[in-house]
């Protein structure tokens, strides 16, 4: 069995020795080649392409031309540079055997592959100086065509590891053909990806000008989705030239990979450089997919496929853009035609695969990464990706399968790697079950979380099934992660996802309210959102664009209960009055491709408002209808122009006239402001001094900020009395805001301070009532309406009730909602509420343990309490007031009743 | 006989007074409780240590029935509180009360010192800070050699206090520190918990009716845990217990491994404390034997337990259910024969 490559290199001192001679010794000609070299390798390909051209001009030099023809590839001249090389080749320049390769490679770009392999061979057989590229350039080109050449390329590219070990890979450029020979032997033996990323490394070392190795090396780190060195990788090369397409195009898909937005602009620029650049423009159709922009996706894949009809990434973009779209025959001709190229289509089918996952069509991806799989055994990111996406479609142990064998098969895969980790710690999870659904719950939390989680979800599916008109199938699986990086990893493979949830459709994921600090997200309404996202994909036939279910989902919290979901902002309509929002024509901008950061927080609640207004002009019934148009395959024009009856720049000013009306007062008293007072979009000028913004506010009683500012700063001083009319005079220009500082909450505050508990109580309730995750509101509340006497119970028991669904670690707040319920006899809640108490460990466990028997007792549960309080005793036998109850329980049955 | 002041101690001449008028007290089999209370720095940790100190003496002393006279507080500035202050808490003051409270005690006598404040442990020197010098574990360990008493507890409540349990750590003396090691230097919650646990009922998670020495120390532990958990920050404090004298403290002690066998018979208040509602030393005889009967459903009892793995579990709930209602009848039968007697 053959060893891998044997370290280190021996020649590489004598080839820089050889380089710097054969450079002095050309004078005047090599000092103008130098320039034209070091303007292209800058970046500066206009210029180096004219000197390059005037060298020729003057004296027809094969390194001219091969500069040349290189400067004229990376900005996409492909056609031009064939031509140029072709002529000096059959002018029979000097040494004219150095430009077989750069000519393969530019008919290869062209998709020319016979021709290249010609160029190629030549340059092999006539021994030019890059001939080891040639020939892994041609054992690549036998690879892509599948069956036996495939082995024959296998076996040429094993014969690389005998190269580099007889120290015949010398160069830069010879060790980064060493690079790419062993990158394919790793399908076969994983640690050989180690070997090729030192060979690059070796490359690198030996020449760093050797950009092209140093973009291959970050792709390769991005293959085996480690995003971090890609990114550096792609950094470094950036650094010295800012405009190398290649690299660009590395640090789009490096950006893709961390799910920023910047990989749009990245590729554009990109193909700004290079506007023939085939992998740019297929990548950029993947993008305008992930847009659910089809008509875009196509352009850009028949673009790619203008310039090298075999391009399999571009046909793979243009399958998947048809099919997401219905189109049958333009699917089949697509395939087809990639399956002419690659017979094999692993890499075609991965691809169809990944598109179909990223928009959401789970079993279609497990189905075209089976094809992947069935096609080429050795594919283990079909593998993967097939695994991946059982585990999204709740096939957990098939899944687990093909993640371990694509694991065994590629270790270096980060994102098969974590989760199998994360699997490995959902094994330690435990699972139970509703009517349905399935609850996957970490076994430290699993007791608290189930009390609330199982009835709410329960509930969910009742009210959505009613509202949607049909029962998704069940069990749906529900998986919640006290560690976000885990929850994280469900997701997406790595960690640093900001979501708080996700639906795959049959199985959700979610932090569990331990995963971020108290009072940052609302589990309730969380759930709630993910569930709702799962009736729309299934009634959709996992159709539905994302604006459209995220917008709803949203709007569904609302529904839900008083307080949830997203609120207003005076940001928010700072930036619609500032025309910042994505046009309803064209949300799924606001989501993908951001114009900046808050866009995609404003595009939710944009979303949610949408149908907010058609419901309200055309009824849920049009809604409904728009997600069964989804479903038959109609795109979100037609959508609005057959549901709606409407055109959608027309639905664009209906919306704006609705936001107008809808948040009249709010947009008046934010006439001046750049609402910074929730933090958005405040452009970091620096506050007022007091002085000025008290007399701002006394000069304008009409502008909400400087009323809410004035308010605050006076509230921070502790002049409570001072603060009460600025703030009272913004909660009546802004009502609708009831954000974290808005006005209500200080007042509240204020009056509770002052002891005037019914004004306290009435600010509270209002501003919960409509934000059910402000906690240190819903907390306030609790106090006063405590401070204001046992006839508040309803009252606190609502509070309370709402912060389970915030903040459920509270034991203290159990206790005295299991006392409030018991008063207001309701014990069956009061029972939860002693299970919750339980549920947290307190450290008087037999304490709580007795309160639970006692409240089972009322309950009429008597075995249940008998259980409960011989639990307490086998902690504390002398516990009078167990020992009690036990006599109770026991007086209370009959003989030999137990 | 009436109360001894300390010998030689600089004791206010109000509170001598008061100190002579307390009940008569024996050397033996008493509990002593001395409060040291060091630098707090800033307004508001002197008052947070006054807070935990004065809450401890009363507990101790209403409570825990340990007598007025066998406390003691020294801290940072009497003038704080003249009424319950005895002196300053400078080394040398703290030194000379642990001697004199070391002379007096007898050795059925049992001596809590609890340490508030500040600690460091500057070039490997664990340390509580003082007004003046500051008083080291050595210093600490050196005023308490000479005891005789058959238990010593020291608790230190102080920041940077781990390293305290090796040098003190020896037979017959419990020592609990609110951090692991010299390295935990931030301002400790423990004292907090331990405190409460000592003044309510709170840490009697057996329901006993009194508070061991493992009771506080685990529920202190438990409710540092959880607040740190619930602020979402890293726990920077781990509290220890060290009662076999191998100059290693346990974080979570339990009586069946290496710690906590004799913090958990270790009552706040001494024996006399523990043996409220105990009648074992009864002179009636009728109780004497009631007792006997509970203390052997007790061990019944705790066989059962021992057998529970080894037992389904419907037979292991209807035995454990029959000793159970036996020790609920036998503890009314005490409880009526103790309003019988005058």
Request: charged content about 25%; hydrophobic content about 40%.
């Amino acid at each position: 069995m053959r060893t891998s490559i044997t370290p280190p290199l021996r020649f590489v001192g004598l080839v820089f020795v050889c380089l710097v001679s054969a450079c002095t010794s050309r004078g005047h000609a090599q000092a103008t080649l130098d320039e034209a070299h070091t303007m292209v390798q800058g970046g500066d390909y206009a210029a180096g392409i004219a000197a390059y051209r005037s060298l020729l001009a003057r004296d027809a030099s094969w390194q001219a031309a091969h500069g040349l023809a290189q400067a004229l590839q990376a900005t996409g001249q492909y056609q031009e540079a064939a031509s140029m090389l072709r002529a000096h080749i059959a002018d029979s320049i000097t040494n004219a055997r150095q430009l077989f390769t750069t000519l393969g490679e530019t008919l290869r770009a062209l998709g020319e592959h016979t021709q290249a392999e010609d160029a190629f061979q030549r340059a092999v057989t006539s021994g030019a100086r890059d001939r080891l590229t040639a020939r892994v350039s041609l054992a690549e080109l036998r690879f892509e065509r599948g069956g036996d050449e495939r082995d024959v390329a296998m076996a040429t590219f094993d014969e690389f590891i005998d190269i580099y070990n007889r120290g015949e890979a010398r160069s830069s450029a010879d060790l980064a053909a060493v690079a790419r020979a062993v990158q394919y032997l790793g399908r076969r033996n994983p640690q050989l990806f180690r070997d090729a990323l030192r060979a690059y490394d070796e490359a690198i070392a030996a020449d760093s000008g050797n950009l092209d190795a140093r973009v291959a090396l970050g792709t390769l780190f991005l293959q085996k989705y480690n995003g971090a060195d890609a990114t550096h990788m792609f950094q470094s090369v950036l650094a010295d030239n800012p405009n190398h397409p290649g690299a660009r195009l590395g640090m789009a898909l490096a950006k893709h990979f961390d799910g920023s937005s910047e990989a749009f602009g990245l590729t554009e620029r990109s193909i700004e450089i290079n506007p023939n650049f085939v992998a740019a423009r297929a990548f950029l159709a993947r993008l305008y997919i992930d847009l659910e922009d089809y008509p875009r996706a196509v352009a850009q894949a028949e673009r790619a496929l203008a310039v090298n009809p075999q391009a399999v990434d571009a046909l793979a973009m243009l399958a998947a853009a048809s099919l997401l779209v219905d189109d049958r025959a333009g699917f089949t001709r697509a395939r087809d035609r990639a399956l002419t190229t690659d017979p094999e289509g692993a890499t075609f089918f991965i691809a169809l695969a990944e598109v179909c996952a990223r928009n959401r069509l789970y079993r279609r991806a497990v189905d075209f990464a089976n094809h992947a799989v069935e096609r080429d055994s050795l594919a283990w990111r079909g593998l993967a990706v097939r695994g991946l996406n059982r585990l999204r479609v709740a096939e957990m142990a098939e899944g687990r399968r093909d993640l371990e064998r694509a694991f065994a098969g590629d270790p270096y895969d980060v994102w098969t790697k974590n989760t199998l980790d994360l699997l490995d710690v959902v094994d330690g999870y435990r699972t139970t079950r509703s009517d349905r659904f399935e609850f996957v719950l970490d076994p430290k939390e699993a007791d608290l979380i189930a009390l609330y989680l199982e009835p709410l979800a329960e509930a969910a599916y009742d009210s959505l099934s009613a509202h949607y008109g049909f029962r998704p199938p069940t069990p749906i699986r529900v998986e919640v992660y006290p560690r976000h990086a885990d929850f994280s990893v469900r997701t997406m493979g790595l960690v640093g996802l900001g979501a708080l949830g996700v639906s795959f459709g049959q199985v959700v994921a979610m932090d569990a309210p331990s995963a971020r600090p108290p009072g940052q997200f609302h589990w309730g309404s969380t759930l709630w959102h993910e569930l709702a996202h799962t009736f729309h994909m299934e009634r959709s036939r996992y159709r539905v664009p994302r604006w459209f279910t995220e917008g709803l989902a949203v709007f569904e919290e609302r529904r839900a209960r008083p307080g949830w979901g997203d609120e207003v902002t005076p940001s928010f309509l700072v930036a619609f009055r500032q025309g910042r929002l994505a046009p309803v024509s064209d949300l799924n901008q606001g989501f993908m491709r951001p114009a900046y950061p808050e866009q995609v927080i404003f595009s939710y609640y944009q979303a949610s408002l949408v149908f907010e207004m058609i419901e309200a002009e055309q009824g849920w019934d049009a809604i409904l209808r728009m997600l069964d148009a989804y479903r038959d395959g109609a795109s979100t024009p037609q959508v609005f122009r057959t549901i709606l009856d409407i055109e959608p720049t027309d639905l664009d000013r209906r919306f704006n006239r609705y936001l107008e009306r809808r948040f009249a007062a709010g947009l008046a008293a934010l006439r001046h402001g750049n609402g910074a007072a929730d933090g958005g979009g405040g452009g970091g000028a620096a506050p007022p001094s007091p002085e000025a913004l008290a007399r701002r506010a006394r000069a304008d009683t009409t502008d909400f900020l400087v009323q809410l500012g004035y308010g605050r700063w006076l509230f921070g001083q502790g002049q409570y009395q001072e603060a009460l009319p600025p703030l009272e005079r913004a909660r009546e220009l802004f009502p609708e805001y009831v954000g974290p500082d808005s006005p209500s909450w200080y007042l509240g505050r204020i009056y509770q301070a002052e002891g005037r508990l019914d004004l306290a109580a009435r600010e509270l309730a209002g501003l919960t009532a409509r934000n059910a995750k402000h906690l240190p509101a819903l907390r306030s509340l609790v106090e006063v309406e405590e401070a204001r006497g046992p006839g508040q119970d309803p009252s606190v028991a609502r509070a309370l009730e709402a912060l389970m669904h915030v903040y459920p670690y509270d034991i203290g707040l159990h206790e005295k909602l299991a006392g409030v319920y018991r008063t207001l006899g309701e014990g069956e809640r009061a029972i939860r509420e002693r299970r919750a108490v339980l549920a947290l460990e307190p450290v008087d466990r037999a304490g709580a343990l007795y309160q639970l028997a006692r409240e089972l007792q009322l309950g009429g549960r008597p075995a249940a309490a008998r259980r409960a309080v011989l639990e307490a005793l086998e902690t504390a036998p002398n516990y009078q007031d167990a020992l009690d109850l036990l006599v109770e329980l026991q007086a209370g049955r009959g003989p030999g009743e137990s | 006989m009436g109360a001894t002041p300390i010998p030689g101690a600089r004791v206010r001449p109000g509170l001598l007074a008061a100190l002579l008028c307390l009940p008569l007290t024996t050397a033996a089999a008493q509990t002593h409780l001395v409060v040291i209370s060091g630098l707090g720095g800033e307004t508001r940790y002197r008052e947070r240590f006054h807070e935990w100190a004065v809450t401890l003496l009363d507990a101790a002393t209403k409570t825990h029935g340990i007598p007025e006279g066998n406390t003691i507080y020294l801290a940072e500035r009497p003038a704080l509180a003249p009424q319950r202050i005895h002196d300053r808490s400078t080394k040398a003051n703290v030194e000379r009360v642990l001697r004199e409270v070391g002379e007096q005690a007898g050795t059925a006598s049992q001596v809590f010192i609890v340490l508030i404040g500040h600690g460091s442990a500057r070039d490997g020197v664990p340390k509580l800070n003082l007004p003046g010098p500051d008083l080291t574990a050595h210093d600490l360990a050196a005023a308490l050699s000479g005891y005789r008493t058959s238990t010593l507890v020291v608790v230190n409540l102080a920041s940077a206090s781990g390293d305290f349990i090796p040098i003190l750590s020896g037979p017959n003396r419990t020592v609990i520190t609110a951090t692991k090691s010299g390295r935990e230097r931030n301002e400790t919650r423990f004292g907090t918990y331990f405190v409460q646990s000592i003044a309510t009922d709170a840490g009697d998670v057996d329901h006993d009716g009194h508070v061991s020495l493992l009771e506080a120390f685990t529920y202190a532990r438990t409710e540092v845990a959880r607040s740190y958990e619930q602020e979402g920050t890293l726990l920077t404090e781990h509290a220890l217990l060290d009662d076999n004298g191998d100059k290693v403290g346990s974080h979570e002690p339990d009586p069946s491994g290496a710690d906590g066998a004799i913090a958990r018979t270790l009552v706040f208040g001494g024996p006399s404390a523990a043996r409220r509602g105990d009648p074992s030393g009864a002179q009636d005889p009728v109780l004497a034997t009631l007792s006997r009967t509970k203390q052997s459903l007790e061990r019944a009892i705790a066989a059962l337990q021992q057998e529970k793995q080894r037992m389904a579990p419907d037979e292991y709930e209807q035995r454990l259910e029959d000793l159970l209602l036996q020790l609920a009848s036998t503890n009314r039968k005490i409880r009526e024969r103790e309003e019988q007697i005058p």
